[in-house]
């Protein structure tokens, strides 16, 4: 079975100011992970993924991610977040060979303050 | 090129009264889902399809039917409505046997049961 843990529901922020969003996951077999980000009344939109190789991985909007295996981690990290960034971020696991399944974490809100 | 579209939008409906979600892709994928988002519970797998005329149940199945008679659409039914079927539900879909393992979302159908 796979998990996902979002260690932190409510993150606060200045603008211009970095932030990390914490994720974490177990499973049994090779992993792939995903964050994907929510903005108020919309659908889910991929920023990153990790199938294989480089563990440091960057996506869209200035963000990137660092897989960290023995820590079994997935934190998402922007140097200098924007406004725009004001969301809801989801971290997900895929695990196993013939699974295309997602399991989602309960999400962490990225509140950016003027 | 649509992407994956939901109808309706929104609905609310009575106690027992029932209903049927549309989910539509034009990608040619296969593989399709259907997510409720709650609160602070983050994305749960109802139901999923891997082909044409197949389906399979996710983790929170109950209360919930579906359909897959043509590849591009995947129906979600509730016989009948339950408050507790409040939610935000999300339709996706994925390509099989692909490294990518994305998968794309709709932008989620609101259901308010009274």
């Known amino acids: 079975a796979q998990s996902v843990t979002q260690l932190d529901s409510q993150v606060p922020v200045f603008e211009e100011a970095p932030v990390e969003l914490r994720c974490n996951y177990s499973?049994?077999?090779?992993?792939?992970l995903f964050w994907y980000v929510q903005y108020p009344n919309q659908g889910l939109q991929l920023l990153l993924k990790?199938?294989?190789?480089?563990?440091l991985v960057k996506g869209i909007n200035g963000f990137e991610a660092e897989f960290n295996k023995s820590q079994t981690s997935f934190h998402l990290r922007k140097p200098s977040v924007h406004i725009s960034d004001t969301a809801e971020y989801f971290c997900?696991?895929?695990?196993?060979?013939?699974?295309?399944?997602?399991?989602f974490g309960k999400g962490t809100k990225l509140s950016v303050i003027p | 090129n649509a992407g994956v579209t939901q109808t309706p939008k929104f609905r609310v409906l009575k106690t027992g009264q029932s209903m049927t979600l549309l989910c539509a892709q034009d990608?040619?994928?296969?593989?399709m889902y259907w997510y409720r988002q709650d609160p602070g519970m983050g994305l749960r797998l109802i139901h999923y399809?891997?082909?044409?005329?197949?389906?399979a149940k996710g983790e929170v199945p109950d209360g919930y039917n579906v359909s897959r008679l043509k590849k591009q659409n995947f129906l979600l039914g509730l016989e009948s409505a339950a408050p507790s079927q409040t939610s935000v539900y999300f339709c996706?879909?994925?390509?099989?046997?692909?490294?990518?393992?994305?998968?794309?979302f709709g932008p989620g159908t609101r259901l308010t049961v009274t």
């Open positions: 499973s049994s077999v090779s992993v792939y």
């Open positions: 997900a696991v895929s695990s196993g060979a013939g699974s295309y399944q997602l399991t």
């Open positions: 399809s891997v082909g044409e005329g197949t389906t």
């Open positions: 990608m040619n994928h296969e593989y």
């Open positions: 996706a879909s994925s390509l099989p046997h692909n490294r990518l393992r994305e998968q794309y």
């Open positions: 990790y199938l294989s190789g480089s563990t």
